[in-house]
């Protein structure tokens, strides 16, 4: 009885393959379409789709270490500042102005960049007057430094730089420039 | 067997060359080649023709990434028509999900069909072109890719089974169900006479 059965699926397969199919040419239309996506896809590998991600990624890196250098003291400043950090602990016992005891001590000050502008200038007078107080003379090294730093105010700050002591107490007295307000006229009256 | 298409001889190496190298004219000329085979497979296997030819060029997409692992010319045929097969299987899967209680009716009602068979007297005419796959495509879907892996394609009742995630009782249950409804619309169209049913216990 099975035979029926293979006849009738022979006579199926028979028709199948006897009938007739016509090609038309918007099936190609469509397998171009197809074709031309998977080239599109092939052309973007994987690294070229995280290419953008990559570069955005690198910008914001550098972008983010240039701020960092540019807003932080460079390693050879910082290192100037430990040593000299160092120097300051025995320093601060010889220094009598009561002043000097609220500085903090790891506070760096990069007058050489910022005396360029205005307000650090008058943070800058505010701190030579504070030295006038106590530093009877000025090493050469500081004078310069100085002369360096704020050319324009130079004959103002020579006047009031006499002190020669140590580049230690000159260092510490830079420190209070930040956490201080700027002082009002007058209060430098010291 | 494949029933290869008259311009089958045409196919050259240059031709699979240009295609491996994506030579859009190579690819073209291919795509004519394997054309009816590839569209006589999709139109048993879909409902219609936009679903077929959705289902042929996502086998020629197949078909022309993996022809850097074709060896011999002369097995090309018989690789593009299995290939089609399996991609529209895969587009059958995709659309269709079996439920449970579907297979437990399928399960209940074999018992009564594993020793039916029909008698057919078939008439010795051409049937119009295309006429066939309108038959088919109007079974179950289902019913239909049975009848097409095990009558047409040639594939057993295990193998049917494990490709449509059926029982290979359900298997037998679509397939006795093609052959029934087939032969009701044969006989509609009077491309097959007297057919009659008979049991054996």
Same mark, same amino acid.
């Given at each position: 009885?099975?035979?029926?059965?293979?006849?009738?699926?022979?006579?199926?397969?028979?028709?199948?393959?006897?009938?007739?199919?016509?090609?038309?040419?918007?099936?190609?239309?469509?397998?171009?379409?197809?074709?031309?996506?998977?080239?599109?896809?092939?052309?973007?590998?994987?690294?070229?789709?995280?290419?953008?991600?990559?570069l955005a990624l690198l910008a914001i890196g550098t972008s983010a270490l240039v701020y960092k250098k540019a807003t932080q003291p460079n390693s050879?400043e910082q290192?100037?500042?430990?040593?000299?950090?160092?120097?300051?602990?025995?320093?601060?016992?010889?220094?009598?102005?009561?002043?000097?005891?609220?500085?903090?001590?790891?506070?760096h000050?990069s007058?050489?960049v910022k005396?360029?502008q205005?307000?650090?200038?008058?943070?800058?007078?505010?701190?030579?007057?504070?030295?006038?107080?106590?530093?009877?003379?000025?090493?050469?090294?500081?004078?310069?430094?100085?002369?360096?730093?704020?050319?324009?105010?130079?004959?103002?700050?020579?006047?009031?730089?006499?002190?020669?002591?140590?580049?230690?107490?000159?260092?510490?007295?830079?420190?209070?420039?930040?956490?201080?307000?700027?002082?009002?006229?007058?209060?430098?009256?010291? | 067997?494949?029933?290869?298409?008259?311009?089958?001889?045409?196919?050259?190496?240059?031709?699979?060359?240009? /295609?491996?190298?994506?030579?859009?004219?190579?690819?073209?000329?291919?795509?004519?080649? /394997?054309?009816?085979?590839?569209?006589?497979?999709?139109?048993?296997?879909?409902?219609?023709?936009?679903?077929?030819? *959705?289902?042929?060029?996502?086998?020629?997409?197949?078909?022309?990434?993996?022809?850097?692992?074709?060896?011999?010319?002369?097995?090309?045929?018989?690789?593009?028509?299995?290939?089609?097969?399996?991609?529209?299987?895969?587009?059958?899967?995709?659309?269709?999900?079996?439920? *449970?209680?579907?297979?437990?009716?399928?399960?209940?009602?074999?018992?009564?069909?594993?020793?039916?068979?029909?008698?057919?007297?078939?008439?010795?005419?051409?049937?119009?072109?295309?006429?066939?796959?309108?038959?088919?495509?109007?079974?179950?879907?289902?019913?239909?890719?049975?009848?097409?892996?095990?009558?047409?394609?040639?594939?057993?009742?295990? *193998?049917?089974?494990?490709?449509?995630?059926?029982? *290979?009782?359900?298997?037998?249950?679509?397939?006795?169900?093609?052959?029934?409804?087939?032969?009701?619309?044969?006989?509609?169209?009077?491309?097959?006479?007297?057919?009659?049913?008979?049991?054996?216990?």
């Open positions: 009885m099975k035979q029926n059965n293979h006849l009738f699926d022979d006579f199926l397969k028979g028709q199948v393959e006897e009938a007739e199919v016509t090609f038309k040419e918007e099936y190609w239309q469509k397998m171009e379409s197809l074709l031309d996506q998977e080239e599109g896809k092939k052309s973007s590998p994987w690294w070229r789709k995280g290419l953008g991600i990559v050879q290192a100037i500042a430990v040593a000299q950090g160092q120097n300051l602990d025995s320093g601060l016992d010889t220094l009598q102005n009561s002043q000097a005891e609220d500085i903090p001590n790891k506070i000050l007058l050489k005396t360029q205005k307000h650090h200038k008058k943070k800058l007078l505010f701190l030579l007057r504070c030295l006038r107080c106590r530093m009877q003379k000025m090493p050469m090294e500081i004078h310069q430094h100085l002369l360096h730093l704020s050319r324009l105010d130079y004959p103002k700050l020579k006047s009031q730089f006499l002190s020669n002591k140590s580049m230690i107490r000159l260092r510490m007295l830079q420190l209070t420039w930040r956490s201080r307000p700027i002082p009002k006229a007058g209060f430098n009256r010291m | 067997m494949v029933f290869l298409p008259k311009t089958w001889h045409l196919i050259s190496e240059q031709i699979i060359e240009g /295609c491996k190298q994506n030579d859009r004219k190579s690819q073209r000329l291919l795509y004519e080649f /394997c054309f009816p085979i590839m569209m006589k497979v999709c139109k048993r296997y879909t409902i219609n023709e936009d679903e077929a030819v *959705e289902a042929m060029n996502a086998s020629f997409l197949k078909i022309l990434k993996n022809l850097s692992g074709l060896r011999d010319l002369q097995t090309l045929p018989a690789w593009v028509k299995q290939v089609t097969v399996n991609t529209s299987i895969d587009f059958y899967r995709s659309k269709k999900k079996y439920n *449970e209680r579907n297979r437990f009716t399928i399960d209940t009602e074999y018992s009564n069909v594993q020793n039916t068979h029909f008698n057919f007297d078939f008439v010795e005419s051409k049937m119009d072109s295309g006429q066939i796959f309108k038959l088919i495509q109007e079974l179950p879907e289902t019913t239909r890719e049975v009848l097409n892996l095990f009558a047409i394609d040639g594939y057993s009742h295990k *193998e049917v089974a494990e490709m449509l995630d059926i029982s *290979e009782e359900a298997s037998r249950w679509h397939l006795h169900k093609a052959r029934k409804l087939m032969a009701q619309k044969l006989e509609e169209n009077h491309y097959v006479l007297n057919t009659s049913r008979y049991e054996t216990k």
